[in-house]
């Protein structure tokens, strides 16, 4: 633990190196690998995908905020195929959010669509104003446990796209939270801090854990919390705090 560190930081920290070192041994860990700093892509997420995209709440969702992250390029696939418009951060907040609209995006080029690459070729980059309402939100994860808990890779980035959608109304508090992950990504606990998104569905390659998570969501971005380094490598960031001033 670094002396700025707090004790929730540290176990978080122990809990992911665990699952990372846990998913390359057991052979479940799949491209790009190594999984150890990113959200790590699984096989079996396909599977997890068509669980959650089986849900009643995918179903009645016209518009889904998906994280950019490799695991969940299938849900993100198989969103558009349902006729869902996705939502999609860029990685790091860089770039901001693009709108991926099957009617705006030929059929056969919905796969590539999903990837990174695609965000930019085939969606519609939009400014913070422009965001749509969102019906239910993914968010990858490196771990989550059944309370709903969850653990990204230790950049804040999910939490903060979450923080910067509440902070502008287009997600309400009471818009579903979801995660699909491996199996093997389930732990029994993970401390939970005032920035944290806790998850209200877990969607596995075998099964759907619904939470009913205890732990509240943060309302808007909690900008004490925030490095002046971020606020300036994050330009959508800047633009909300420069808004709201």
């Keep these: 633990m670094t002396a700025t560190q707090t004790p929730q930081a540290a176990e978080k920290a122990w809990i992911r190196e665990r699952i990372w070192a846990l998913l ?3 052979g479940i860990a799949t491209f790009p690998r190594p999984v150890a700093g990113r ?4 096989r079996g997420a396909e599977q997890a995908a068509a669980r959650l995209t089986a849900t009643p709440a ?3 969702a016209r518009t889904v905020k998906i994280n950019p992250d490799a695991p969940q390029r299938p849900l993100r696939y198989q969103a558009l195929q349902a006729g869902k418009r996705v939502l999609v951060p860029t990685p790091r907040l860089r770039g901001g959010f693009y709108l991926l609209d099957p009617a705006a995006i030929p059929p056969d080029r919905w796969l ?14 939009l400014a913070l104003e422009e965001l749509p309402p969102i019906d239910l939100v993914v968010m990858g994860a490196v771990a989550v446990a059944p309370d709903g808990a969850r653990v990204g890779k230790g ?7 979450y923080a910067i959608l509440r902070t502008l109304g287009r997600v309400a508090a009471a818009t579903p939270v979801c995660t699909t992950v491996h199996d093997a990504q389930l ?3 993970i401390p939970v801090e005032p920035f944290d998104v806790p998850v209200d569905l877990i969607a596995t390659p075998t099964r759907l854990i619904p939470t009913a998570t205890p732990y509240p969501r943060p309302d808007r971005v909690l900008w004490d919390y925030l490095p002046p380094a971020r606020l300036a490598a ?3 960031l800047a633009a909300l705090r420069a808004a709201a001033r």
């Excluded at 959200?39 to 699984?42: Q, R, S, T």
């Excluded at 669509?113 to 980059?125: E, K, V």
């Design 24 to 26: 390359e041994a057991q």
């Design 39 to 42: 959200i790590p892509n699984f």
């Design 58 to 60: 995918f179903a009645a």
């Design 112 to 125: 590539a669509a999903a990837s990174i690459a695609g965000f930019a070729r085939y969606g519609q980059a």
């Design 155 to 161: 950049e804040g980035y999910a939490e903060l796209e």
């Design 187 to 189: 732990v029994a606990a």
């Design 234 to 236: 994050m330009p959508v």
